[in-house]
């Protein structure tokens, strides 16, 4: 199982980023939460594009940053909410004002960017993903799940990503 330390996969390039974002799409469920943690351009939203593929969204080409929409919903096999916590007091603010009911309504996949800005808002089966750029270029992408029953396919997670 996975351990709290969580499974780390490698992507060497962008490409690599958006495969791993797809495998998880193809794997979550309505429901489910995905909070996105790392610096400035690590590759959160590629990732998101990524997932959005895997998800069957009607328009995974529409995926994109979110910071000043704060929150964008995407039609699909599984629909996504993408949300983006930049902007943590904006975030917040929409959550408590009956956002957060909207969108457990949706019967969505979830996913946040910045998620680590607004960690206490977020459910406690969320699915954590950081995500590090490395000296050679590419990414490290660590996945963590607090209660790992509920994403028993991430022992299934490869390794390594070209
Ligand atoms: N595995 C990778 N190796 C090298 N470059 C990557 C990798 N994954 C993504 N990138 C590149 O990193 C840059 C930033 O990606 P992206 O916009 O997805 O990051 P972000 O974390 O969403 O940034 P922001 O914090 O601005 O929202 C892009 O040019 C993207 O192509
Ligand atoms: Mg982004």
């Not at 590090?132 to 660590?142: A, N």
Request: glycine letters at 12%; proline letters at 7%; one cysteine or more.
């Amino acid at each position: 199982m996975p351990s709290a330390e969580g499974v780390a996969v490698l992507a060497d390039d962008p490409a690599a980023t958006e495969r791993c974002g797809a495998w998880f799409g193809t794997r979550l469920l309505p429901g489910d939460t995905v909070g996105l943690v790392g610096d400035l351009g690590a590759g959160k939203t590629t990732f998101v594009r990524g997932l959005g593929q895997g998800l069957g969204l009607f328009d995974p080409e529409a995926v994109a940053s979110p910071t000043y929409l704060l929150v964008v919903e995407h039609e699909g096999r599984v629909p996504l909410v993408h949300a983006d916590a930049y902007l943590p007091g904006k975030l917040a603010g929409f959550l408590d004002d009956g956002g957060l009911e909207y969108l457990l309504e949706r019967r969505a996949a979830v996913v946040v960017e910045w998620a680590d800005r607004i960690r206490n808002m977020l459910p406690e089966n969320t699915l954590w993903i950081h995500l590090e750029s490395l000296p050679q270029g590419g990414r490290r992408l660590t996945a963590v799940a607090a209660d790992a029953t509920a994403f028993p396919w991430l022992v299934e997670l490869p390794k390594i990503w070209v």
